[in-house]
C-alpha cells in the first residue's frame, strides 16, 4: 500500500511539473521558483518513500551504508533540480545567483 501512495506522489509531482511547465510564461519568476520546489520536495518525497519502502525492514536495518546511498541520492536530485529544472524554467535564473 505504501508503494502505491508514493507512487502517486511521483505522478501527481510529474504532472504538476508538465502543467507548470506549459503555463510558466504566465507567472513571475518568483511563483515559478517557489512551486517547482515544492514540486521538487513532493518528487523527491516519493522517489525516498518509494525506495525505502522497497527494502525489507531487516535488510535495511544491516545495511550501513543505506543513509549515505539516500543522501546523495537527494543530492543528485537537488542538483539536477537547480541546475537542470530551473533553467529551462527560469532561463536567466543561473544569472541572477
Given amino acids: ?8 506522489i511521483i505522478a501527481i509531482a510529474v504532472g504538476l511539473g ?11 519568476k518568483a ?4 512551486i517547482s ?4 520536495t513532493l518528487f523527491s518525497m516519493g522517489i525516498h518513500g518509494l525506495l525505502a519502502h522497497s527494502l525489507k525492514p531487516k535488510v535495511k536495518g544491516d545495511i550501513i551504508i543505506y ?4 543522501g546523495v541520492l537527494w543530492a543528485v536530485l537537488f542538483f ?3 541546475f537542470v529544472f530551473l533553467p529551462i524554467l527560469c532561463p ?6
Fill in 1 to 8: 500500500m505504501a508503494r502505491r501512495i508514493y507512487s502517486i
Fill in 18 to 28: 508538465f502543467y507548470l511547465f506549459t503555463i510558466r510564461d504566465t507567472h513571475s
Fill in 37 to 40: 520546489a515544492i514540486i521538487f
Fill in 92 to 97: 536567466d535564473f543561473l544569472l541572477q545567483l
Fill in 80 to 82: 539536477l533540480f537547480v
Fill in 31 to 34: 511563483y515559478l521558483i517557489t
Fill in 67 to 70: 543513509p549515505l546511498l539516500m
